[in-house]
């Protein structure tokens, strides 16, 4: 298959992880996804993988009612570590309802209901996430097969029926909080999470 994505822009990126590259691509979506690449990914296999959906309140502000940040700095520092691998970013706020709705969504988790519940509530699908972007940047690289950093099961069957090759998983879990572990146990008992 002939990717759909074309490079806008690359350039060093130094962290307290690591040091990467950071892709940036236009595929015609508004969403403005980014990629960090550790080493020469091109042609390889097994690649380590992290496919990572924004979140504003737990990626930036540090909220503890997930376990996004968290998930996001083990990758990152487990990618740093490597000879290579790819953390792809995507603009998808909330499970793909955008910050507003999400939100939203807190403050029906506050009367009681759990995240699944809230995003029905407001006539919501339970996760409307897309992946077709992350199988275009292992296209684009020319990823043999690829280490998948996850726990969510719908990622897997995503990329796997679109021809990627899945040789592992590598988890990606923390330590419940207070806030965050009816949110957990939600994911692990509604959607299949391997938490």
């Given at each position: 298959m002939i990717t759909m994505l074309k490079l806008y822009a690359s350039a060093n990126l130094p962290t307290r992880f690591g040091t990467f590259t950071i892709y940036t691509f236009t595929n015609g979506e508004e969403n403005e996804n980014a990629v960090l690449v550790k080493g020469d990914v091109?042609?390889?296999?097994?690649?380590?993988?992290?496919?990572?959906?924004?979140?504003?309140?737990?990626?930036?502000?540090?909220?503890?009612?997930?376990?996004?940040?968290?998930?996001?700095?083990?990758?990152?520092?487990?990618?740093?570590?490597?000879?290579?691998?790819?953390?792809?970013?995507?603009?998808?706020e909330g499970?793909?309802?955008?910050?507003?709705?999400?939100?939203?969504?807190?403050?029906?988790?506050?009367?009681?209901y759990d995240t699944i519940e809230a995003n029905l509530l407001q006539g919501l699908p339970v996760d409307?996430?897309?992946?077709?972007?992350?199988?275009e940047v292992l296209d684009y690289f020319h990823i043999e097969s690829i280490i998948l950093m996850s726990n969510n099961p719908t990622k897997f069957e995503f990329l796997e029926k679109r021809g990627i090759k899945i040789v592992g998983r590598i988890p990606v879990l923390s330590e419940p909080n207070p806030y965050d572990k009816f949110y957990l146990e939600t994911k692990k008992e509604k959607l299949g999470h391997q938490l």
């Open positions: 091109a042609g390889k296999s097994a690649v380590p993988v992290r496919i990572h959906s924004e979140c504003l309140t737990g990626d930036v502000f540090g909220s503890k009612r997930c376990d996004c940040r968290e998930q996001l700095e083990q990758s990152l520092k487990y990618i740093a570590a490597q000879e290579f691998g790819v953390l792809i970013y995507l603009r998808q499970r793909g309802i955008g910050l507003l709705r999400k939100i939203r969504a807190y403050s029906l988790q506050d009367q009681g409307q996430r897309d992946y077709t972007f992350a199988k």
